[in-house]
């Protein structure tokens, strides 16, 4: 008969415990707390956020002429660059009355601005225009908006800056006027005419 091979069974090596292995005391603690983060995550929301009594679904019954008109800085120099009147073209745009209203945070951002944007202040500075005190800190006019705006559902934005736009429509009531094509043109208003 031949001579028997003398290679080791796998069986009987000798086994090593791995680092992440769950029988380890430090792994163990650490099992733990993620099963505990993972019961509060399966947990029901009982809390929802108070909705403006004046919104029927998504339409506002707040508007009603005259509008309150939030101005932003862009939409100021816009339409300084297309030669618009700004109440007149907000009044054909809205077939009603309007009244434009600018922050003190669009104020301080035109005057920052320099020679370049001093026509838009000085329409901005309009005694027709109605102005609102700010009392927070900073002069970002953006954050400023959207707050007013969440407090108090009775403005239309007039604004071209994408990405404030993009943060108004997350907010449900809120219509968008912008400066297109020559004209102003109005979103999210349920009685705007289709044009």
Same mark, same amino acid.
């Not at 380890?24 to 029901?44: C, F, T, Y």
């Given at each position: ?27 163990? +603690?650490?099992? &733990?707390?993620? $099963?505990?983060k993972k019961?509060?995550?399966?947990? *029901?929301? /009982? ?31 816009h ?22 209203t ?5 104020? +301080?951002?035109? &005057?920052?601005? $320099? ?7 000085? *329409?901005? /500075? ?21 707050d ?22 997350k ?6 006027m ?9 979103e ?8």
């Amino acid at each position: 008969m031949g001579v028997q091979k003398r290679t080791r069974k796998f069986a009987q090596v000798k086994r090593l415990i791995g680092q992440r292995d769950s029988r380890l005391k430090k792994n163990q +603690a650490k099992g &733990e707390i993620e $099963g505990k983060k993972k019961a509060k995550g399966d947990e *029901i929301v /009982r809390e929802i956020p108070q909705v403006s009594s004046s919104l029927f679904f998504q339409y506002n019954t707040a508007l009603i002429p005259p509008y309150s008109v939030l101005v932003d800085t862009n939409f100021l120099s816009h339409s300084v660059q297309h030669k618009l009147e700004l109440l007149k073209t907000m009044m054909d745009c809205l077939y009603a009355k309007c009244i434009p209203t600018i922050t003190d945070c669009v104020m +301080a951002e035109l &005057e920052k601005m $320099g020679q370049k944007y001093r026509i838009a202040l000085q *329409i901005a /500075r309009d005694e027709r225009w109605e102005r609102l005190r700010c009392d927070h800190k900073g002069v970002y006019a953006d954050d400023c908006i959207v707050d007013r705006v969440m407090k108090h559902k009775i403005y239309i934005v007039a604004t071209n800056d994408r990405d404030l736009k993009r943060r108004i429509r997350k907010i449900p009531g809120v219509p968008i006027m912008s400066v297109a094509r020559g004209k102003y043109v109005i979103e999210r208003l349920p009685d705007a005419p289709e044009k």
